[in-house]
C-alpha cells in the first residue's frame, strides 16, 4: 500500500462541540493540533508595569540614599545592589514580584543594621599649646587627604586658664565657615560644637582663640569618621 494514501475503510472524526454545533479539529499538514490563544492571562506574581515601576522607584531611592551615605561611591552600592538582587532572583525563581518583597526587605534591614553605611576609621584628633605667644591663637587641624572624606561630629576647644572667645569653624583652603562662635562660661567649660559636616580632601577643622595672654594653655579637639572614595 502506498504510504502516502489513507487505508481503506470508514474513516473516524473528533467532533468538539462549542455550544451551540459540533466542529471538526483541525490539524497542520503534519497532523499537529491546531489550538488558538484568543488571551492569554499573567501567571500569579508575574511582573507588570506598576511591578516594574515600583522596583525602579524602590531602587532610586534607595541608590541615592546609600550614595549619600557612602560619600557618592556609586560603583561600591552597584556591585553590592547586582550581587544581591541575581542572588535574590534566583531564589524567587525569577519572580519580579518576589524579588520587590527581598528587595524592601533587603532596604529594610540595611538601615537597621547600618551594613551600607560608609566607614573607613574613626577620626580623632587632638591639639594642644601651652605658654602659646598672645593674640589670636589658631589650631589648624591636619588636612583630609585626597580619596577620603570626613563627617565632623564634634569639635570643642578652651582656654584652661581664662575664658576666651572661641570659634569652632571648618575651612577649604581659602574659605572658613564658622560652626560656632562664643565665649567660655568659665575656664573650667569648653566652647563645644555638634552635629554632622563633610570635609572632602584638602578641607580642615580650623579653631581660633582671641585674645589669648601669654601662659595660658589652650586645648583643641575633633572627633568624627572618615569614608574612602577612591
Known amino acids: 500500500m502506498p504510504e502516502d494514501k ?8 473528533a467532533l468538539v462541540y462549542d455550544g451551540i454545533d459540533l466542529r471538526a479539529l483541525k490539524s497542520d499538514t503534519d497532523g499537529h493540533l491546531q489550538v488558538d490563544a484568543l488571551s492569554s492571562a499573567l501567571p500569579s506574581g508575574a511582573a507588570t508595569q506598576a511591578t516594574l515601576a515600583d522596583i525602579l ?8 540614599t546609600r550614595a549619600l551615605e557612602a560619600g557618592g561611591n556609586l560603583a561600591s552600592i552597584l556591585a553590592r545592589l547586582d550581587v544581591a538582587l541575581s542572588t535574590r532572583a534566583l531564589e524567587a525563581g525569577g519572580n519580579l514580584a518576589a ?5 524592601q526587605k533587603m532596604d529594610d534591614w540595611a538601615l537597621e543594621t547600618n551594613k551600607l553605611w560608609g566607614y573607613n576609621d574613626r577620626y580623632l584628633e587632638a591639639l594642644v599649646a601651652l605658654d602659646p605667644p598672645a593674640g589670636t591663637f589658631t589650631f589648624n587641624f591636619t588636612a583630609v587627604p585626597d580619596g577620603e572624606v570626613r563627617i565632623i561630629q564634634a569639635i570643642n576647644a ?3 586658664t581664662t575664658a576666651r572667645r572661641c570659634q569652632l569653624r571648618v575651612q577649604d583652603g581659602t574659605n572658613a565657615v564658622a560652626l560656632k562662635d562664643a565665649t567660655q562660661a568659665s575656664s573650667a567649660e569648653w566652647v563645644i560644637w555638634d552635629g554632622s559636616i563633610l570635609l572632602r580632601g584638602g578641607d580642615r577643622v ?3 582663640i582671641y585674645s589669648v595672654d601669654a601662659g595660658d594653655d589652650l586645648y583643641a579637639r575633633a572627633w568624627g569618621y572618615k569614608m574612602k572614595v577612591a
Open 99 to 103: 524579588i520587590l518583597t527581598a528587595l
Open 6 to 13: 489513507a487505508p481503506e475503510g470508514p474513516r473516524v472524526i
Open 206 to 208: 580650623q579653631i581660633a
Open 57 to 64: 522607584a524602590k531602587l532610586d531611592v534607595a541608590l541615592s
Open 158 to 160: 578652651a582656654d584652661v
